[in-house]
């Protein structure tokens, strides 16, 4: 059966609103004007934003997106991820899958937050920000602002967890534990690091050492069999597998296909996997409690990202978006946005997030007190890491 993931196609140029947004200065403006509205008279909800994040936020971190420029679906026409009743129903495409995840995890692991998130982090303390949502599975914001309420839309790639018992085991571990089970593709990996194909993140230069990047941690080598690739079973089936379940590994200690349990998946939604829902409720309450919605490096092409901002605005909640390539529906979610706003009532703008929000945090820092009352007086924003 053919799938076809949606939105894959380039989306229209960003549209600019207000046209000052344009510049960098502009676009500070606009959105200082966005996160501090409402002093003369009271906000709906909390008071507070919410933000929605997506991939372009940890783009300076050196991960691939999927719509940008150098996005995948951009430089990789052929790319299409596993679907979650593959990865469910097929030992060989879990094979394929742990492959090249095992690849593409010395990226992942590596890979620290960005400015952009811990200026995140410092809105969170002027006590701007109520929230995070995140379709990213990286844990930077986590990492960057851990008392600052995240939601992690899509899960995690911190560690996998057991289809069948749902218990979680640590990615590191089981990175080390695909590394003892096939020696070859430990060799293999040492090499493409030793030659660089790993450490540059420029996909030019990958592809002319043979390989294909990809969002979150896959790494495609083509040409490359992957039916030899073992993958351990789930610790914890293993000692004691579910009632009427069996769980066995070979004499190597990988998972075995006699064996009806114990398969561990990374902990993150796959395509055609369902939203828990615990995190669709989590996301709900976060967009209704809050003032206003500011989408940060996402296109919205997924719908669970996109149905929270028709959320947001069917309570007419104010939106800013800050992406610097197209958005899903641009045109819908932008209408009765005026031009000339000065961007109180909602603001797009196309601006390098890791400079465009450290810049914000700044002007925001100095404002006067009358202007940004809700700010400690004693803040300081954390350097930037």
């Given at each position: 059966m053919l799938m076809r993931i949606p939105f894959t196609?380039?989306?229209?140029?960003?549209?600019?609103?207000?046209?000052?947004?344009?510049?960098?200065?502009?676009?500070?403006?606009a959105l200082q004007n966005f996160l501090s509205p409402g002093l003369t008279s009271p906000p709906r909800g909390n008071g507070k934003t919410t933000i929605l994040s997506g991939a372009g936020i940890s783009v300076a971190s050196g991960l691939a997106d999927y719509r940008g420029s150098n996005g995948t679906y951009t430089l990789n026409k052929t790319y299409r991820p596993i679907y979650f009743h593959e990865f469910s129903a097929s030992h060989e495409a879990r094979k394929r899958y742990w492959a090249r995840s095992y690849l593409g995890w010395t990226t992942l692991n590596r890979s620290r937050p960005n400015a952009g998130h811990y200026a995140v982090a410092a809105l969170g303390d002027m006590g701007i920000i109520s929230s995070v949502i995140t379709q990213n599975v990286d844990s930077f914001h986590p990492t960057?602002?851990?008392?600052?309420?995240?939601?992690?839309?899509?899960?995690?790639?911190?560690?996998?967890?057991?289809?069948?018992?749902?218990?979680?085991?640590?990615?590191?571990?089981?990175?080390?534990?695909?590394?003892?089970?096939?020696?070859?593709?430990?060799?293999?990996?040492?090499?493409?690091?030793?030659?660089?194909?790993?450490?540059?993140?420029?996909?030019?230069?990958?592809?002319?050492?043979?390989?294909?990047?990809?969002?979150?941690?896959?790494?495609?080598?083509?040409?490359?069999?992957?039916?030899?690739?073992?993958?351990p079973a789930?610790?914890?089936?293993?000692?004691?597998?579910?009632?009427?379940?069996?769980?066995?590994?070979?004499?190597?200690?990988?998972?075995?296909?006699?064996?009806?349990?114990?398969?561990?998946?990374?902990?993150?939604?796959?395509?055609?996997?369902?939203?828990?829902?615990?995190?669709?409720?989590?996301?709900?309450?976060?967009?209704?409690?809050?003032?206003?919605?500011?989408?940060?490096?996402?296109?919205?092409?997924?719908?669970?990202?996109?149905?929270?901002?028709?959320?947001?605005?069917?309570?007419?909640?104010?939106v800013g978006f800050v992406n610097m390539g197209g958005i899903r529906n641009e045109e819908l979610l932008l209408a009765g946005l005026a031009p000339d706003t000065n961007g109180e009532d909602g603001v797009r703008c196309a601006q390098p997030l890791e400079a465009l929000l450290p810049s914000l945090v700044e002007r925001l820092r100095t404002a006067p007190a009358t202007h940004m009352p809700f700010i400690p007086a004693t803040f300081q924003p954390a350097p930037w890491a």
């Open positions: 196609q380039p989306l229209p140029a960003a549209t600019i609103i207000p046209t000052s947004a344009a510049t960098a200065t502009g676009a500070v403006t960057a602002h851990p008392g600052l309420s995240t939601i992690e839309l899509h899960g995690y790639l911190r560690s996998t967890v057991c289809l069948s018992c749902r218990t979680e085991y640590d990615r590191a571990k089981f990175q080390d534990d695909l590394a003892a089970l096939n020696p070859t593709w430990a060799a293999f990996l040492a090499e493409m690091l030793q030659s660089g194909a790993l450490s540059t993140e420029h996909p030019e230069e990958r592809r002319m050492k043979g390989l294909k990047t990809n969002p979150d941690g896959d790494v495609d080598v083509p040409g490359v069999e992957y039916n030899t690739f073992r993958y789930c610790p914890a089936c293993l000692e004691k597998p579910p009632e009427g379940k069996h769980v066995e590994i070979d004499s190597d200690g990988a998972w075995s296909a006699k064996s009806n349990a114990g398969v561990l998946k990374p902990n993150v939604i796959m395509f055609g996997e369902s939203i828990p829902d615990s995190t669709k409720s989590a996301v709900e309450v976060a967009i209704d409690e809050a003032s206003r919605i500011l989408v940060l490096g996402s296109s919205l092409a997924t719908y669970s990202a996109f149905r929270l901002i028709r959320r947001a605005q069917e309570q007419s909640m104010p």
